[in-house]
């Protein structure tokens, strides 16, 4: 149990067009998902919380304008990275929470996102 | 806030020795620490957890100490294989928030 998919796995854009990434639980209910940014070589760096229902929590330094995140049901989150630039180019993983278990995340394979 | 720092960085060892890696946090009030294995390519993968209310857990071949008097935990591998080789991350969080604050990482390469 407690596998968490995203779609797609990489994807190419033009700079200024807008991609959206989706973070799905496929065998639990995840109140809250967590979006992260990975560098090359770095550790994950935590973008925004995002809990089922209401607005997500950006951490400082993320442009909630430019990372659009909407967690619309217990198994869904989508990360909308809106006129994209290349300095977006990254590796984007997300998170999810079971509804029971208020502490451990798991994660997802990752989205390779690639802007020219 | 929280702060994890992470030992080493990396880390080779021959097939069948052991590996450890540790990790001290700074909050005290921490009281849950996963360590997550990332292959190259994929999503972190969560191998083992440890809350503070125990001071060890061990499955199969994987082992987390927790001291929580120096404030510091550790990721113990025995009879390491090949595919054991990647990056892995410890983590620190507070039950009640929702963050996870991760360690900068150890590469670890086991040669055959």
Redesign the interface.
């Known amino acids: 149990g407690a596998v968490v998919s995203q779609h797609p796995s990489w994807v190419i854009c033009k700079s200024g067009t807008s991609v959206k990434i989706e973070c799905r639980s496929l065998d639990f209910q995840a109140t809250t998902m967590f979006w992260y940014r990975q560098f090359p070589k770095q550790s994950l760096m935590l973008m925004a919380t995002s809990n089922e229902g209401s607005k997500a929590t950006y951490e400082q330094g993320v442009e909630k304008d430019k990372f659009l995140i909407n967690h619309a049901s217990l198994t869904l989150s989508t990360l909308t990275v809106t006129s994209a630039h290349p300095e977006d180019s990254s590796f984007y993983i997300c998170s999810a929470r079971r509804l029971a278990d208020q502490e451990t995340q798991y994660f997802g394979p990752g989205t390779r996102l690639l802007v020219l | 806030g929280e702060n994890v720092e992470q030992h080493p960085s990396t880390l080779s060892v021959q097939e069948g020795d052991s590996a450890v890696i540790k990790c001290t946090y700074s909050d005290s009030a921490s009281n849950?620490f996963?360590w997550?294995k990332q292959e190259l390519?994929?999503?972190?993968?969560?191998i083992i957890?440890i809350?503070s209310n125990v001071g060890e857990k061990k499955d199969q071949r994987i082992a987390v100490t927790l001291n929580k008097t120096a404030k510091h935990f550790s990721l113990h591998i025995t009879e390491t294989q090949p595919e054991d080789s990647a990056v892995y991350?410890c983590a620190a969080?507070m039950?009640?928030f929702?963050?996870?604050v991760?360690?900068?990482?150890t590469r670890l390469l086991v040669s055959p």
């Open positions: 849950y996963p997550y390519g994929k999503g972190p993968q969560l957890d809350r991350f969080s039950t009640g929702q963050k996870l991760f360690g900068t990482g």
